[in-house]
């Protein structure tokens, strides 16, 4: 998890191949991930709401909702 930055290459890199991203609330992460609805923030070095976040991912299956959400997200950029 990010502590600082700017923004990331791997969370584009992630939604280009559709898959969901749990990334801390620094620099343009939460806006990267709210722009593809491509996965949860949480708040910088509160590793327990880390933790609490990743075991929610896959007790809840949010996986599907978030690849659906970024398929219908990337279809609005594209060259055309």
Same mark, same amino acid.
């Given at each position: 998890? #990010? %502590?600082?930055?700017?923004?990331?290459?791997?969370? =584009?890199? =992630?939604?280009?191949?559709?898959?969901?991203? !749990?990334?801390?609330?620094?620099?343009?992460? %939460?806006? $990267?991930?709210?722009?593809?609805? =491509?996965?949860?923030?949480?708040?910088?070095?509160?590793?327990?709401?880390?933790?609490?976040? !990743?075991?929610? #991912?896959?007790?809840?299956?949010?996986? $599907? !909702?978030?690849?659906?959400? !970024?398929?219908? $997200?990337? $279809?609005?950029?594209?060259?055309?």
């Amino acid at each position: 998890p #990010y %502590r600082s930055a700017t923004q990331s290459g791997v969370v =584009a890199i =992630a939604c280009d191949f559709g898959l969901p991203v !749990i990334v801390t609330d620094v620099g343009n992460l %939460r806006e $990267s991930i709210e722009t593809f609805g =491509a996965g949860k923030v949480v708040q910088p070095s509160d590793d327990q709401l880390l933790a609490q976040s !990743i075991f929610e #991912y896959f007790e809840k299956d949010e996986a $599907s !909702i978030f690849r659906q959400q !970024i398929q219908a $997200s990337k $279809s609005r950029f594209t060259w055309d």
